[in-house]
């Protein structure tokens, strides 16, 4: 029994008529004052006050010895930065909470008004998440997840279980659907697969252990490399091709405009580039995992929940697929058909053409995502593939962490803060050409994490094209490296849909990802400042180093 509880009990079962004794002295002995001033310690850090009041601080503190250069919307907007970052980190307030604070903190310190601010929380992008949550739901609710995981695990987990071989098989197999549709629905897609794997193991060990606090370790590190890998990997494999991702196709309309005389980006030379890179990061992803979350005891604990003949065994007894599962399948393919071909080439534009250019990814997911609703189940007269009691398990809390990051994006834009920071690399002129490119990743990869990366290509590659002008060197020299920086979106929930994919199925945190996405992040730049100056003046024609402006 509770001691507070047997106590309470004890004292109200007394004779409450009887009087009660008072102590005869005035001051409190020394040790009742002394456990009250711990009892007070323990208290605030119980409430996580400390926490809390850390936002506010910060605020003040960079707002009262700030300094931009007579720039108060951009110091405001670094206050509140710091303000909102403390909180996601420290966990002060729920997450949903932290994500709404820009909807006071920016009016209150004019950064943007109200309903800027509110807008930002539903973007056309967070219309895409909203749909794919939906869809994920219902591939969840028919078990579609779990007949994909064990086709998969029963090809690559080996006899007995190789968790190597299992997360270079996830990995590889994520980098290579992410090349061909958006970084978000091979998330969604991916997650799915790994949460069919995932519910194999039990749950009450990778919170406290069970019986076996090792083999609950064990449970845990690679359930946290399973959902990392995939929400990596689907960010990497983007970067291979232009239709991987939102910020490659950024990057070649930007090209066209900015330099129309120029030699333009194709499919096969930005692939040339790309997928080597994305090849590297994809095996230092790989390696980094192994090495941090893998030991010699990880496949020996993993063989009891993912031997090859009982998945085999598992698979033939979920029997052919029935009618539910067959249209939700339809439903998601015809989905990623339509998120491939709504925007192509210049000479074969895509069907969003025929809507004049105002539909996008967001509109085509909610569309199929309303189907759901509307096509019969086959199982039970009237009913639905979907109805709405079957989505009580939407992530709202996710949703408002994504539209707090496109209402700092906005606020880094309209308080100046991008200009102000663009600004600092100026001292790129008459730099050699192999330290340019680090710095344009570097400068890109730090504001991706605040932002999607399709919000930060579209606000520095303006910066990066206008500065190569300037500085005398190849705009490619830079505007490259500040689309492959801004897909170096590793550390953060908000830094792409994906991560956010990711951290919604509760099994990683904020620290996981920063743990194991700096040195991914490090790498990156790292093999970008080798392939730029060498395989980039190949592909990009970039031998002379200055194009003619």
């Known amino acids: 029994m509770d001691p507070r509880r047997a106590i309470w009990e004890c004292s109200s079962s007394e004779d409450v008529t009887r009087p009660l004794l008072l102590p005869v002295h005035d001051g409190m002995p020394s040790t009742t004052r002394g456990r009250s001033c711990c009892s007070a310690l323990g208290s605030v850090l119980a409430n996580k006050y400390l926490a809390v009041a850390s936002g506010p601080a910060a605020c003040a503190l960079v707002c009262a010895l700030g300094d931009l250069g007579g720039h108060p919307a951009a110091r405001n907007m670094l206050g509140v930065l710091a303000w909102v970052f403390l909180w996601w980190i420290t966990d002060a307030v729920p997450l949903a909470v932290a994500s709404m604070a820009p909807l006071f903190l920016f009016p209150?310190?004019?950064?943007a008004s109200a309903d800027d601010v509110a807008r930002a929380y539903m973007d056309d992008v967070i219309s895409l998440v909203l749909g794919s949550f939906i869809l994920a739901l219902a591939i969840e609710h028919y078990s579609i997840h779990r007949r994909l995981a064990?086709?998969?695990?029963?090809l690559f987990c080996g006899d007995p279980v190789k968790p190597h071989l299992l997360l270079l098989g996830i990995i590889g197999t994520t980098v290579f659907i992410s090349m061909w549709i958006h970084n978000t629905p091979c998330t969604v897609m991916m997650i799915q697969v790994a949460t069919g794997i995932l519910q194999r193991f039990p749950r009450d060990q990778l919170v406290d252990g069970g019986g076996g606090r090792r083999r609950g370790r064990e449970l845990q590190r690679f359930s946290k490399a399973l959902v990392l890998g995939i929400t990596f990997a689907s960010t990497i494999g983007g970067m291979a091709t232009l239709t991987g991702t939102g910020a490659n196709i950024i990057?070649?309309?930007?090209?066209?405009?900015?330099?129309?005389?120029?030699?333009?980006?194709?499919?096969s030379s930005w692939m040339s580039f790309g997928l080597p890179m994305a090849l590297l990061l994809s095996v230092a992803l790989w390696a980094t995992l192994c090495l941090?979350?893998?030991?010699?005891?990880?496949g020996r604990v993993l063989s009891d929940y993912l031997d090859r003949s009982h998945l085999r065994r598992e698979l033939s007894l979920m029997g052919p697929m029935a009618f539910a599962e067959k249209m939700v399948l339809a439903v998601f393919g015809a989905l990623i058909v339509l998120w491939m071909t709504r925007s192509l080439t210049d000479d074969i534009p895509g069907w969003a053409v025929l809507f004049d250019g105002k539909v996008g990814d967001g509109t085509v997911t909610i569309l199929m995502t309303t189907l759901l609703f509307i096509i019969p189940s086959g199982k039970n007269d009237g009913e639905k593939l979907m109805d709405w009691g079957k989505c009580r398990k939407l992530q709202w809390h996710i949703i408002l962490l994504l539209g707090a990051g496109f209402a700092i994006a906005d606020g880094f834009k309209s308080s100046?803060?991008?200009d102000i920071l663009s600004?600092?690399?100026?001292?790129?002129?008459?730099a050699p050409a192999?330290?340019?490119?680090?710095?344009?990743c570097v400068f890109s990869s730090l504001i991706t994490e605040f932002t999607s990366d399709d919000a930060t290509t579209t606000l520095v590659l303006p910066l990066l094209a206008e500065l190569g002008k300037s500085i005398g060197v190849h705009p490619l020299l830079l505007m490259v490296p500040g689309t492959v920086g801004a897909q170096l979106s590793y550390l953060l929930p908000t830094a792409t849909p994906g991560n956010v994919v990711g951290f919604g199925t509760g099994y990683i945190t904020i620290k996981d990802m920063v743990v194991t996405g700096l040195p991914i992040k490090l790498f990156g730049v790292a093999a970008l400042t080798i392939l730029m100056p060498t395989l980039g003046s190949l592909v990009f024609v970039m031998?002379?180093?200055?194009?003619?402006l």
């Open 108 to 111: 209150a310190f004019g950064i």
């Open 150 to 154: 064990l086709n998969i695990t029963s």
């Open 251 to 267: 990057l070649v309309g930007m090209w066209s405009t900015y330099f129309p005389e120029q030699r333009p980006i194709t499919f």
């Open 292 to 298: 941090m979350y893998c030991t010699k005891n990880t």
């Open 416 to 418: 100046g803060l991008t």
């Open 423 to 430: 600004a600092g690399l100026g001292f790129l002129k008459g």
């Open 434 to 440: 192999l330290a340019i490119p680090p710095v344009a």
């Open 543 to 548: 031998e002379s180093g200055v194009v003619a």
